[in-house]
């Protein structure tokens, strides 16, 4: 027993300390909480009808602000002027929130047209 050493207790406090985390994964934590904030925006805004339309709202949502989240990020910041004032986490957070919530706002103006448009018509 004399070579054996204990290993270590995790300490988790400082294992999630957000200055010790590689950039990347802050930049994909930034966009995925962007996106479900965005998300969850956009079904508060307008609700759901059901379960199934709530779900495939806010997973459609999350995966267009992952997605369209770094092209939103960039065209957001450059057009208000805050690429200087603000850290990358929170300019990805921004871009991936906003991708998400023009989404369904896009999305459910379209349904909203086609529903009123076609409600008349037998199927």
Excluded: N
């Excluded at 204990?6 to 985390?21: E, V, Y």
């Excluded at 709202?57 to 002027?81: M, N, Q, Y």
């Amino acid at each position: 027993m004399a070579g054996w050493t204990m290993t270590p207790r995790f300490d988790l406090a400082a294992a999630l300390h957000p200055a010790d985390l590689p950039d990347q994964i802050l930049l994909w934590m930034a966009k995925v909480t962007g996106a479900v904030l965005g998300s969850a925006i956009s079904i508060a805004y307008v609700l759901p009808k059901g379960r199934r339309e709530a779900a495939i709202r806010f997973l459609t949502g999350v995966s267009v602000g992952i997605v369209f989240g770094p092209v939103v990020s960039a065209s957001l910041a450059e057009r208000f002027g805050v690429t200087g004032e603000l850290t990358r986490f929170e300019i990805a957070l921004m871009g991936a929130a906003g991708a998400s919530l023009a989404a369904w706002w896009a999305l459910g103006a379209l349904r909203r047209f086609f529903d009123t448009r076609f409600a008349g018509r037998s199927k």
